[in-house]
């Protein structure tokens, strides 16, 4: 199993950015996927899940209206649009399979998302 994570960056507070992540040694289309993010010297925490087929999606309250998550099964890959940016919203980002739990005890490498005040 492996998760490539792309997109991040250093955006000032008010901005967007998408973050794209390519799944690879599993049954893509046949599992939901989310994106997790640990912020520095804190634990990794779930962020959004959308469903098989892309029908159904879920977030955690901070990122609700802000946050759109979404998946392309052609390519294996999940998508994080991510608006109006906080400097809370500073993390690595992650993906894996799974709704609103990680399916697979490894992780990529992240991508880190720094927000200027």
């Known amino acids: 199993v492996q998760f490539v994570e792309s997109g991040g960056g250093l955006v000032q507070a008010g901005g967007s950015l998408t973050l794209s992540c390519r799944a690879s040694?599993?049954?893509?289309?046949?599992?939901?996927m989310s994106w997790y993010r640990q912020a520095p010297g804190k634990l990794r925490w779930w962020v959004a899940g959308v469903s098989t087929h892309g029908d159904e999606t879920s977030y955690t309250d901070s990122v609700k209206g802000r946050f759109t998550i979404s998946r392309d099964d052609a390519k294996r890959t999940v998508y994080l649009q991510m608006n109006n940016l906080t400097p809370d919203d500073t993390a690595d980002y992650y993906c894996?399979?799974?709704?609103?739990?990680?399916?697979?005890?490894?992780w990529g490498r992240g991508t880190q998302v720094t927000v200027s005040s």
């Open positions: 894996n399979a799974g709704y609103t739990r990680s399916t697979f005890s490894g």
């Open positions: 040694g599993f049954n893509f289309t046949r599992n939901p």
